[in-house]
């Protein structure tokens, strides 16, 4: 019996030094990676000199790939990434430390196409914008901690122009750039983090603390699976014109305006007419929005689906201006939570509720939602407003329980042309 427990033991210490050496042996291949096409920056080496200076004197001697070591690295001015294709990569986000000093400069400057900037720890507390992209394709920003100014971006992704409208009518649009994986925090009350102009883009796995994400004007790109926490505006801002993109799988919490918000970019230039097609607003969830959780507009054939909205301050899905949208297969509850927590910003609780569809709103389906009041009395359930202009849509299979005025309001009758189909399930609490 001992025999046989003492070859127990050591198969085990065996295993255990095997896992060790393949261990070690893994952080040696990491290591070869940085062959001798990179250049290597310690800071015992670059101590004398921002690191600003060193990096764009090495560009132009035609280095390409940097490693840059732990430390804290102060600039003076900007890194200016002006040629395609290069990589700067830190040994680790959260030691490797880029602090710029100069209230006037960014620090990552790039324009050029194919740069790669990765584990680093990037700060621009000092006033400018810590990585600023313009008229670049095939960025990639990935695993990166980036503290920005009180009064400016964070990070900028943009392509330039002078007619916006029509250049993402004529997808004169930046292509394949990439803000993945990173940690991004902002007190800004602005766009923090700014997404404009760009083509097949993604700002996906972000953790954005402190302001909110602005996508405008592109096209085929997709800002999903991020958490965005404590902005003092929305969530996600999405500017129209705008065709064929995903908000899809973000967690939201406590912003002080609506959780995702689809406006016209430019009002003065866009109609209230204009429709942005297949717009994809599915699988976020959003928590504690002091105003809507998702407010909707200019949209058509695009789909509002299996979102989950909790503790909105009015409504939970507010829609207006829009044609064919799918609403369906959303969670919402505790709409009009302003009852327990107060207001924030001014709005007529009226009408609040789960689902409302306010003014020029046609052809839609609502269906298969889930809206429930427990904590607090709301207005209506699901309410397509009694308005002309909202015609042809149809409510079906919903489930609405809990406190509430209304189950379901609309018009039926013509103009209007709405329907209430009978399977949709009520239960109120008499109140």
Known sequence: MKKIKMNSLKIQLLFC???????????????????????VIDSATYSGTSL????????????TKFYISDGVYNL?????????????????????????????????????????????????????????????????????EIYGAKNNHALVFVKDG??????????????????????????????????????????????????RVAFYLSRNSEVGYNVIENSPTNGIRYAVPAYDNKIIGNTIENSTNSGISVVRENPSV?????????????????IGSRYFGIEASNLKESEIAGNTIDSTDFNGVYVLYSDKLSISQNHINNSNYNLKEGEVDSWNTTYDSGIMMDYMVTNSNVYGNTIINLSNNCPYGI????????????????????????AISS??????YNVIASDNTISLIPQ
């Open 270 to 286: 866009t109609p209230v007419n204009y429709r942005a097609d297949d717009l994809k607003i599915d699988n976020n969830t959003i």
């Open 17 to 39: 030094i095997t896992f060790i050496m393949i261990i070690a042996g893994g952080g040696k291949l990491k290591a070869q990676q940085i062959d001798n096409s990179w250049t």
């Open 383 to 406: 309410r397509v407003q009694p308005d002309p202009s909202n015609t042809y849509n149809n409510i079906t299979g919903n489930t609405i329980s809990g406190y509430f005025n209304n």
């Open 162 to 211: 002078t007619d916006d409208i029509a250049d993402i009518e004529n997808s004169n649009l930046n292509i394949n750039n990439v803000i993945e994986k990173n940690q991004i925090y902002s007190s800004y009350s602005g766009d923090g983090v700014f997404f404009s102009k760009q083509s097949y883009g993604t700002l996906d796995s972000n953790v954005i603390i402190g302001t």
């Open 411 to 416: 018009k039926l009758e013509s103009p209007f």
């Open 76 to 144: 003076d001015g900007s890194i200016d990434l002006n040629v395609p294709n290069i990589s700067i990569q830190g040994q680790s986000k959260d030691n490797t430390k880029i602090v710029q000093t100069n209230a006037s400069r960014n620090t990552l400057e790039i324009s050029a196409d194919g740069a790669k900037i990765s584990n680093l720890n990037i700060n621009n507390q000092a006033g400018g914008i810590s990585v600023s992209c313009h008229n670049s394709n095939n960025v990639s920003v990935e695993n990166c």
């Open 52 to 63: 600003n200076n060193a990096i764009n004197t090495l560009i132009a001697q035609g280095k």
